[in-house]
């Protein structure tokens, strides 16, 4: 039983290998892409209806629908639509990947305790936790700062002092 549980330990090894190197960075992506949107396009709606000088409809929402227990509702809804156009942002190009899931999960928790009623915040909340466990992923701008500042404090040990 050992040397067949060996086989094919051995035999999935270079699937294995090709979903570290290729698979794993993608997930992350598509992971993050499927939480921004939500956040992104509600942001957008919150956008239009400020441009178009009708945020007033905003306002009444954060004061009838989905109250924010310790904001008033002029002051949630400008944070909310501020949160949901730059969070998303930056969890899409992986640039403070961390604290971009933190502050959407936070929000899914705000959103699921004042309004409740969708599955689909146990999702978002599992997606940005992920993120906040695990990074952003390969294919991030954490990622590509991170190998540039350990680079340069490789080169330059001072550096890393200041």
Known sequence: MHKFLH???NA???????????GAPL????IRLYLANDFFKSGITRFNDWKNASFDNQIFLFSAEHPVPFLPPEAAAYVTMSAELILPALLVVGLFGRAAAAGLLIMTAVIEFTYGHFDVHILWAFLAASILVRGPGALSLDTV?????????TKNPAASTL
Do not use: E, G, Q, S
């Not at 270079?14 to 290729?22: K, M, Q």
């Open 12 to 22: 999935i090894t270079p699937l294995r290998t090709f979903a570290n190197f290729a």
């Open 7 to 9: 086989r094919i330990d």
């Open 145 to 153: 700062l991170l190998k540039i500042l350990r680079r340069v404090n």
């Open 27 to 30: 997930l992350d992506l598509i």
